[in-house]
């Protein structure tokens, strides 16, 4: 699978640390965010979810993507996935389905996975991936979001994959007879009784297709759409059917939104995922102003879990040291909306303290009105790698990328656009 | 000798008053003594499409951080002429998603002047306004190339030995992050693409690495304000409407030419135009393309460059609407929006002035705006032929899938540019 989250990006660079912060906090991180990888399966569908997935039709290639944490990751790889792309599984999870794009990807099929993801919606396209062994396949590439039906969010993307077998031309249809002949001869598919996997879906084991599935542009035919929708089917039957277990029923479809605090919208979420900088932003339409988004940064530098914070007023950084004053100062510059920059004692989780270099922005929406305030945090007291850019100019491009990524949203065409008037 | 009268875009805070020096400029009394950042790029660029067969970033790509940390630092010293965060900007319904922006700020207080659209090359006029003039706290750094390795610098000197590139701001921003790049500045080249200019621009999109960073050029006659040679960039979080468009590839004879950059041809656009990419290098690519923009100047073809996709596409218009408007061609009602269709406008992004425009805009003027910059289908082919001998290409066949249709690969085309819409039934599983 491609995908392609690439809203505005800040640079690719580590989170910023000294060397004696960083051996001491990589391993912890590193950890924490395994554990993500796996509760984002399991908090969704309860912890039999795992099991149940493998226990699909071992043809069935697909994968699941979280886009609500950074990177948006792929959270789990069929078997048959894995099969195909010659990957295995510690290869893969965790990583972006980017990884699958190589020199003859058709960058404007990226391009329209790309969209689809932003707007939270389905999608199927051909597709040129490529195996681990660097040999590249063309496969049906079918995109199915996730939703809680509850709340309309969306949790998870599917993305169901089907190969495309070479074909003598696009247009004509092989006999029913030579479809079945195919079928039977192939050992690995033959277990599986059912219709849909006695056709040739598997040929990529074909020598004959190696090194030349890339020279054309193969589409889809009904058998690849037919065996990719039914695939798409029975995941969702599966997610469906554990997401009961946890309260939080999900579906393939979209409810309609409900009123209340709507939480970000995953596009949003995702380009501000790929921010490396530590910040939050808060939501000024709401009472006490309270954190709707804090960065996996954020966290590390405070040390508290994302549960901790969201929906909280910043002020619970400060402490009996922390100056009145500059918490006026702040205070200020948010009623006037305008940006401030100040150095603030702050209180870390576990009781200690860090000047904090704030920097605090009003960022505005596609329609020109403010929709947050990003704060963004720099602990003055350790040294930094971050390729020579100044601390000032390392803040204020979070506080540029934060800017990009809110204001293309609402002008999307995405249904969960948010605007805040 | 053809003019038309047009509200000039102001890029710098220095473009109006004609005064002499006597501070920080870009010009060779100051910025040979001055200090300023510099970005180094790698200068061994692999082809974008051919790096990393497992698409991961390079860990070095920072110009983003650089870029945006750098604007919104001149964004809070007030150097812009409005924050255009503040400006509306929305998706006008229909197929092709164009955006529209209600700038009401961007032309205010400016009086029409006249320019010179019938000559695509210019000379230098240092009389005039150039970036020579700009104040240096408007340059967010120099983009040099480097070693294998990008790297920055604070401050470094500017001595002779290298003719330094600068990056500033728009004063006038049509987006989040518009700069001008500025190359070799104190060499006062006029609005006119060479080689290593060219290479230059590819590499700061190649170097940005978001497919939402954007750079492009406008030549004269194709609404460039300023004869002084500039490429402009800017964020636009979602792609253009040119973007979106279907392409058909354009079956090239292989042994006229050894390179591997495919051409292809818009479709289903309003605006003809040719789309370059692949190439085995940047550099590959980057002189198939400039050698096509070399043609159309000498050939006075007004042309307008959109650098897409971190710079593996490339999309060269060949326009007229300038010369339309000379001559009076264009509709009173297209005129008095007053939408200049430069690469923006061509590739999608429109700026309107006017509230009431923004209210009422709709596909249908959008179209019909850019229809009137295309070339006619006779005089693009006409214009494509040149290109092809100045790039030593020759088609393998007669193409015009217009006239001559072939079915399969229309048919191809037409898949793979729109995927059949999701089935709902398939996804109501209650």
Known sequence: ????????????????????????????????????????????????????????????????????????????????????????????????????????????????????????????????????????????????????????????????????????SCFARPALRERVVFGACRNEVRSDLEFRSCLPFDSYEDSDNRGLEGEERREAGDREKQKAMEGTNEILLKLIHYSKLTGRVVCGKRCSPVPG??????????????????????????????????????????????????????????????????????????????????RILNYRKDGTLFWNLLHISPVRNSSGKIAFFVGVQTDEGFENDKHALSPAIWQLGAVGAVKVAVRSLSSGVGPSSRSSS | MLTIKRVPTVLSNYQEDAAGCGRNCLGNCCLPVSKLPLYAFRSEVRSPTTTAPHGELPADFFLNTLILGQWEGRMSRGLFRYDVTASETKVIPGKHGFAAQLNEGRHLKKRPTEFRVDRVLQPFDANKFNFTKVGQEEVLFRFEAGEDKACFFESASVDGSIPPNVVAINVSPIEYG????????????????????????????????????????????????????????????????????PTQTISIVKSITNNCVKVSRLLEYPVRALVYEGGISLKELADVVTKACICLQENNIPFNVLISDCGRKIFLFPQCYAEKQALGEVSQELLDTQVNPAVWEISGHMVLKRRKDYDEATEDYAWRLLAEVSLSEERFQEVKSYIFEATLMAEAEAPAADTNPKEEIAAQSITAMSPAPFPDGCLVLQ
Request: charged fraction near 20%; aromatic fraction near 10%.
């Open chain 1, 1 to 168: 699978m491609v995908s392609l989250f690439w809203l505005p990006t800040v640079a690719v660079v580590e989170v910023s640390w000294s060397r004696s912060r960083s051996d001491l906090l990589l391993p912890a991180m590193m950890g924490s965010c395994e554990a993500r990888l796996q509760e984002s399966l399991t908090s969704s569908y309860s912890e039999w979810i795992v099991e149940a997935l493998e226990d699909l039709p071992g043809d069935l290639n697909f994968l699941i993507t979280d886009p609500y944490i950074a990177g948006h990751p792929i959270v789990f790889a069929s078997r048959g996935f894995l099969s195909m792309s010659g990957f295995s599984r510690e290869e893969v999870v965790g990583r972006n389905g980017r990884m699958f794009q190589g020199p003859d990807t058709d960058r404007r099929s990226v391009m329209e996975i790309r969209e689809a993801i932003r707007e939270e919606r389905g999608m199927k396209i051909s597709l040129l991936n490529y195996r681990k062994d660097g040999t590249p396949h063309w496969i049906l590439f079918q995109l199915c979001p996730v939703f809680v039906k509850g709340d309309g969010r969306l949790v998870h993307f599917v993305s169901v994959q089907v190969p495309i077998p070479r074909r003598r």
């Open chain 2, 178 to 245: 518009h700069v001008l790049l500025i190359p070799r500045v104190l060499e006062c080249l006029p609005q006119r693409i060479d080689p290593e200019s060219f290479s230059l621009a590819l590499h700061m999109a190649a170097e940005a690495g978001s497919p939402y960073f954007r750079v492009g050029y406008n030549s004269l006659g194709a609404f460039a304000t300023i004869n002084h040679l500039h490429f402009q960039a800017y964020y636009f979080g979602m792609p253009f409407p040119v973007e979106k468009a």
């Open chain 1, 261 to 342: 605090i709507a939480p970000l919208c995953s596009s949003l979420c995702t380009s501000l995922g790929r921010i490396k900088q530590s910040f939050v932003l808060t939501d000024p339409h709401l009472p006490d102003m309270p954190i709707v988004y804090a960065s996996d940064a954020f966290l590390s530098l405070t040390g508290y879990c994302r549960d901790e914070v969201l929906g909280r007023n910043c002020r619970f950084l400060r402490g009996p040291c922390t100056d009145v004053g500059t918490s006026q100062q702040i205070k200020d510059s948010i009623r006037a909306e305008n940006a401030c920059t100040v």
